[in-house]
């Protein structure tokens, strides 16, 4: 059974910074691609960073390019989202997933085998 967990949100002031864990088990976790999705009360959920089987390539929502990077430690099965100069629009529920493919395609927000349960981001003003 896979399972896919996600740790390190909380509760940080604006211009503060958080770094959000995930780890996985049932699956051989370097075979595939790894995200990171976000939701906002009300919103619809949206991806936020993707990187691929071997961490070489990733991706990024354009409001958090150049604040959020995303890493992967495939011995460990284990992904991270450091998340830097956080500001209140980027309190959500942050979820971790595991990609259908290898690789970020042009359509990995649409491309999730499995999902975490969330840790919840909250950045005051």
């Known amino acids: 059974q896979v399972q896919v967990v996600e740790s390190g949100g909380g509760l940080v002031e604006a211009g503060g910074s958080l770094r959000l864990s995930c780890t996985t088990s049932?699956?051989?976790?370097?075979?595939?691609?790894m995200a990171w999705f976000r939701q906002a009360a009300g919103k619809e959920r949206e991806g936020v960073s993707c990187?691929?089987?071997?961490?070489?390539?990733?991706f990024y929502e354009d409001s958090v390019t150049g604040r959020f990077t995303i890493s992967r430690d495939n011995a460990k099965n284990m992904l991270f989202l450091e998340m830097n100069n956080l500001k209140p629009e980027d309190t959500a529920m942050y979820y971790c997933?595991?990609?259908?493919?290898?690789?970020?395609?042009?359509?990995?927000?649409?491309?999730?085998?499995?999902w975490g349960q969330g840790t919840q981001v909250t950045v005051s003003s």
């Open positions: 049932g699956l051989s976790f370097g075979n595939n691609a």
């Open positions: 997933a595991v990609s259908q493919e290898m690789y970020c395609s042009g359509s990995w927000r649409s491309r999730v085998a499995y």
């Open positions: 990187i691929n089987w071997s961490g070489i390539n990733t």
